[in-house]
């Protein structure tokens, strides 16, 4: 009789392989980043962590026998969503994972804006002793975070030790611990023109999808940063360069952009108001610790109990 299988598609430390292999003993588990370990397994595996383009006909094929999917991504908007509903395939995600390094970043972007750190590092490298016109601070401003999750959540915790008020936006506009006030994303527009800072951390969803454009970077104040670590594809990016170049809005910190890499022509590499960084905000020496035993280790513990996984449990019907 053939083992069960368990495919991971990336390379673990081997005290976490062992606290898998503890909970099914009796499972083929295969880890590994290279295609050449896990791509011949992947139509035999019930359980496939770690999504690649490259496995999506052999796990999606008529024998195939997966049954559940862990993501080592927060988002899911890559995956085939409707082919994965359609066989009934479990869909767990790494959210959560994220929220430290996230919010971490987060505050370096908003930091690095309001006290200039970035046009520093460009004097350094000139050996330019110039103030820069500095002159912000952060504490006791406003900042409306877009999309108030786990990393939304942390944000706003942080947010409290400058004693800024938080505006939360969230889908179900139920209330969060460190947020003054929250709202739906229906009230996004009432709630742009008060904020000194506005934080996208959303998911791309199709109500998401292009949910910032020209209306939104109007109605923000002149003197705002806005900051995104979502996704590239909920801001029309043509319209947040106008926006810049404009200064309808003072400057932007980007991890996310509709295409990625960013183009070696985009006007932002030259911006002086705009801080890049190439997608990396939940990066982290923790990553594989927290995917593990976070959320894959107690959802295989619901599974092999013959229960449905829980934690991060996607819904297809809202696309995250």
Same mark, same amino acid.
């Given at each position: 009789m053939q083992k069960r299988k368990i495919v991971i598609t990336h390379t673990l430390e081997q005290n976490l392989i062992e606290q898998i292999e503890e909970i099914i003993p009796a499972w083929s588990i295969i880890v590994g980043k290279d295609k050449e370990m896990w791509q011949k397994h992947i139509q035999d595996a019930e359980i496939i962590a770690g999504w690649k383009k490259e496995i999506e006909n052999d796990s999606l094929a008529p024998h195939s026998k997966l049954k559940w999917l862990q993501t080592w991504s927060a988002g899911v908007d890559s995956l085939p969503l409707e082919s994965l509903a359609t066989r009934n395939i479990i869909v767990t995600s790494a959210n959560g994972v994220h929220a430290y390094p996230i919010s971490e970043t987060i505050f370096a972007l908003m930091l690095s804006l309001t006290r200039k750190i970035h046009t520093y590092v460009r004097n350094q490298q000139e050996r330019k002793w110039h103030n820069s016109n500095m002159k912000l601070e952060m504490h006791g401003k406003t900042v409306g975070i877009i999309g108030v999750g786990t990393i939304g959540k942390e944000a706003a915790k942080i947010a409290k030790a400058f004693g800024m008020k938080v505006l939360g936006v969230r889908h179900s506009g139920k209330q969060q611990e460190f947020v003054d006030e929250m709202y739906?994303?229906?009230?996004?527009?009432?709630?742009?023109?008060?904020?000194?800072?506005?934080?996208?951390?959303?998911?791309?969803?199709?109500?998401?999808?292009?949910?910032?454009?020209?209306?939104?970077?109007?109605?923000?104040?002149?003197?705002?940063?806005?900051?995104?670590?979502?996704?590239?594809?909920?801001?029309?990016? /043509?319209?947040?360069?106008?926006?810049?170049?404009?200064?309808?809005?003072?400057?932007?910190?980007? /991890?996310?952009?509709?295409?990625?890499?960013?183009?070696?022509?985009?006007?932002?590499?030259?911006?002086?108001?705009?801080?890049?960084?190439?997608?990396?905000?939940?990066?982290?020496?923790?990553?594989?610790?927290?995917?593990?035993?976070n959320i894959l280790i107690p959802n295989l513990k619901n599974y092999i109990s013959g229960n449905r996984p829980s934690v991060n449990l996607v819904d297809y019907s809202k696309g995250y």
């Open positions: 739906t994303t229906h009230q996004l527009n009432e709630v742009l023109p008060n904020c000194d800072y506005v934080v996208v951390t959303l998911p791309l969803t199709k109500e998401t999808n292009r949910l910032f454009g020209a209306k939104q970077f109007d109605l923000m104040k002149s003197s705002a940063f806005f900051i995104n670590i979502g996704r590239g594809e909920i801001v029309v990016e /043509d319209d947040l360069i106008s926006a810049l170049q404009r200064g309808h809005i003072a400057g932007a910190g980007l /991890d996310v952009f509709e295409q990625e890499p960013l183009a070696v022509d985009s006007p932002l590499w030259e911006m002086e108001n705009v801080i890049i960084t190439p997608h990396t905000s939940g990066s982290t020496e923790h990553y594989n610790q927290r995917v593990i035993e």
